[in-house]
């Protein structure tokens, strides 16, 4: 009788054993996928915009401003530099710009105008950005397709 109760228990702790390296591997795998999300979304979304304003702003009190802010945030995301991956890995630079200002809703011709360039070339872009998204001749709505892929 103790010897079956025994064993029971045992097989028990066995599984408890299994469905905790589960919930451990879930976890760091969850872990893994935030840091790279925040890298991303430095690296991709503010890294340009940063540099942008370095290159426009002419007052030196202003750049020291922007050079201590991007260092500071490169500090803070210096431990998630992983390799990244999924589907905005394939764009430009300018395409993932352009996809964030997309994203938070900016027209075409805003776009242009922040980026100081024509509506045309933001065409060009977004022509490009739904090539390589494989969202050519796909009546899928773009900001919407780059909200869902960037909140998952």
């Not at 066995?14 to 591997?25: S, V």
């Not at 750049?63 to 500071?72: A, G, P, Q, R």
């Not at 803070?76 to 395409?95: A, D, Q, R």
């Not at 100081?116 to 494989?134: A, F, G, M, P, W």
Request: charged share 25%; proline share 2%; glycine share 2%.
């Amino acid at each position: 009788m103790a010897n079956d109760e025994l064993k029971q228990k045992t097989a028990a702790l066995e599984d408890m054993n299994t469905a905790l390296k589960i919930l451990l591997q879930k976890r760091e795998q969850d872990n893994k996928e935030l840091a790279e999300e925040i890298y991303a979304s430095y690296e991709f979304m503010l890294t340009p915009f940063l540099n942008k304003l370095k290159n426009t702003v002419s007052d030196a009190n202003q750049k020291n401003l922007i050079e201590i802010v991007d260092t500071n945030l490169n500090e803070i995301v210096s431990p998630f530099i992983k390799k990244l991956s999924g589907p905005m890995m394939n764009l430009t630079s300018t395409e993932i710009q352009i996809s964030s200002m997309i994203k938070q809703g900016f027209s075409n011709k805003e776009i242009a105008q922040i980026l100081v360039c024509s509506k045309r070339t933001i065409d060009s872009h977004r022509e490009n950005i739904r090539k390589k998204l494989n969202l050519k001749n796909k009546k899928i709505n773009l900001k919407t397709f780059l909200s869902n892929i960037q909140n998952t």
